[in-house]
């Protein structure tokens, strides 16, 4: 499988997990919890809407820092290699290995704001972190897509 599938594939896991991750703790929460427990998220809800909101700002801190640990990740990687195994291979590896790694970081925003949800955030908040968290995981893995190609071949990346 090359390293264009391998990421896209990749990429649509970790940005359904949220999701996935929203609607089963919604439907756990309904069947596990007291009825009780209904009152308790409305009187939560007004202190917890501007930190569900301002987890937007930390979405934006883990894809940059996503970005900039994976590019330095994988160089490190190939430059600790010995020069045989310098090549398009071995940097495809490393480049995906760290993808998985990176990409995750963009989503722990969301997955924060979900925990906020289940104590009686609103939706829309939530969504919209989802929202951003996937759109930080396109993006570390479309810069990571972007300097493998231009890596081979051999085009110096400009920023």
């Known amino acids: 499988m090359t390293l264009r599938r391998q990421t896209w594939l990749m990429l649509a896991l970790v940005a359904l997990s949220t999701p996935m991750a929203l609607v089963a703790e919604t439907y756990l929460r309904r069947l596990m919890f007291p009825p009780e427990f209904e009152e308790v998220r409305t009187y939560l809800q007004p ?18 820092f996503g970005i ?14 010995p020069p045989a195994e ?5 940097r495809d590896k490393d480049t995906f290995d ?34 951003a968290s996937t759109a930080g995981v396109l993006a570390v ?3 990571s897509l972007r300097r493998a190609r231009l890596a081979a071949t051999n085009t110096p990346p400009s920023l």
């Not at 202190?47 to 979405?59: A, G, K, R």
């Not at 900039?68 to 290699?81: C, D």
């Not at 310098?86 to 071995?90: A, G, I, L, S, V």
């Open 86 to 90: 310098q090549t398009q291979h071995y």
């Open 47 to 64: 202190s917890l809407e501007v930190p569900v909101w301002s987890l937007l700002s930390l979405v934006a801190l883990t894809t940059w």
């Open 68 to 81: 900039r640990a994976q590019e330095r990740r994988v160089e490190r990687k190939m430059a600790a290699r």
């Open 141 to 143: 893995g479309m810069t």
């Open 98 to 131: 760290s993808l998985v790694l990176f990409t995750s970081l963009p989503q722990i925003p969301a997955i924060l704001a979900t925990f906020g949800f289940m104590f009686g955030a609103s939706l829309v908040p939530v969504l919209v972190n989802m929202a």
